[in-house]
C-alpha cells in the first residue's frame, strides 16, 4: 500500500470524514457521560461534575457487586457453551465442500437479518409454559401414557396424573439459553476464520504417525485454533456481560444482570452518574480484556520467532 507522506492530501480526505464522525458520534458522547460519573444531581435535570469518587464506591455494595458476580458468571457460562457448541459447527462448515460451505455459512449468518427483539419475542414463544418444548413435552407425556395403558401399566400411574409444563423462563437456564442462541454466530465465525487458515498437512501427520482422531483433535486442531478461540471467547464475553434485552425478556425481572440496573439508572431512577459509573466499569473490564488479548498475541508471536 503506498504510504500516506507521498499523496498526504488524498490520505487527509479519505481519514478526515470518518475521523470526524467517529469523534462527533462516538467520543464527545463517551466524555459526556464519563464526566457524568463523577457528578451528582443537583436536581432532577442538572448533573454537576464534582469530580467525586461516590458513584464508584457505589459500585462496591454488596448487592451492586452481586449482579457484577451474577453478569460475570452468565456471560462466562453462556460463552462457554457457546465455545463448546460452535467449535465442532466451525470444524464441520471449514471440513465441508465449497458448495455446502457457502450454504452453512449463509445459515449462521442469517439470524443478523432479523431484528433481535423479534427473535427475542420468538424465543418467549418457544420457552414459555404454553411455547413448543412444553407442547412437545406435553405430546411425547400423552404417548407415554397411552403405550403404558396399552401394555397393561396405565393403572400404575408410572407418569403421574398429568404432565407439569417446565419452568425455562425467569430462570438462569432462560437467560443463557437466550444468550447463546444470540451469541452463537459471533463464537462459530472467528473460529471458522482461524480453522481455514490452519495447515491441514499437520492433522494428516499426526494421522499418518498414529495418533487416533480425538488426540489431533486436542493436540494439533486445538493448539493451531488458539488465536481463533481467544478471539472468539472476547468477541462472544463482552457483548453478553452488556446485554441488557435477553435477560429483560427472559428473565421476566427474577435474573437481572449489570445492564438492566444501567437501564434503569437512567430511566426510572434518574440516577446518572452512578448509571454512568456502571457503564464505565464494564468499559474499563472490555479495555482490559482487549488489552489482556493484545498482550497474549504479542508474547505469542515473540514467541513464535525465537523458536525459528
Known amino acids: 500500500m503506498e504510504s500516506w507522506r507521498r499523496n498526504p492530501l488524498v490520505f487527509a480526505a479519505i481519514a478526515l470524514p470518518p475521523a470526524f464522525w467517529l469523534v462527533l458520534f462516538f467520543l464527545v458522547p463517551l466524555g459526556i457521560v464519563w464526566l457524568y460519573s463523577f457528578g451528582e444531581n443537583i436536581d432532577l435535570v442538572t448533573i454537576e461534575t464534582t469530580w467525586t469518587l461516590e458513584n464508584y464506591r457505589r459500585a462496591g455494595e454488596p448487592e451492586i457487586f452481586t449482579l457484577f458476580v451474577r453478569s460475570l458468571w452468565l456471560a462466562g457460562v453462556a460463552t462457554l457453551v457457546c465455545l463448546v457448541v460452535g467449535f465442532p459447527i466451525a470444524l464441520v462448515i471449514t471440513t465441508s465442500s465449497p458448495k455446502w460451505k457457502s450454504w452453512l455459512l449463509l445459515l449462521i449468518i442469517l439470524p443478523f ?59 438462569n437456564f432462560g437467560v443463557i439459553f437466550g444468550l447463546v442462541y444470540v451469541a452463537l454466530p459471533f463464537t462459530v465465525l472467528p473460529l471458522y476464520a482461524a480453522l481455514e487458515r490452519m495447515d491441514r498437512s499437520y492433522i494428516e501427520a499426526s494421522l499418518d504417525l498414529g495418533a487416533g482422531q480425538l488426540r489431533t483433535f486436542f493436540s494439533v486442531i486445538i493448539p ?20 441488557f434485552l435477553t435477560p429483560d425478556l427472559l428473565g421476566r425481572g427474577q435474573v437481572d444482570m449489570i445492564a438492566n440496573v444501567i437501564e434503569r439508572q437512567f430511566k426510572s431512577a434518574n440516577d446518572w452518574p452512578f448509571g454512568a459509573a456502571l457503564s464505565f466499569i464494564l468499559l474499563y473490564a472490555t479495555f482490559f480484556a482487549l488489552a489482556a488479548r493484545s498482550l497474549l498475541a504479542g508474547r505469542r508471536g515473540r514467541e513464535d520467532a525465537e523458536a525459528f
Open 113 to 171: 437479518w432479523t431484528n433481535l427483539l423479534i427473535r427475542t419475542y420468538a424465543l418467549l414463544n418457544i420457552l414459555g409454559s404454553r411455547g413448543r418444548i412444553n407442547e412437545a413435552l406435553g405430546w411425547l407425556w400423552e404417548m407415554g401414557d397411552g403405550f403404558l395403558t396399552i401394555i397393561g401399566l396405565g393403572q400404575l400411574n408410572l407418569l403421574g396424573e398429568r404432565f407439569t409444563p417446565l419452568t425455562l423462563l425467569g430462570n
Open 224 to 243: 493451531l485454533a488458539s488465536s481463533g478461540i481467544v478471539s472468539a471467547i472476547i468477541i462472544t464475553f463482552i457483548p453478553t456481560l452488556g446485554s
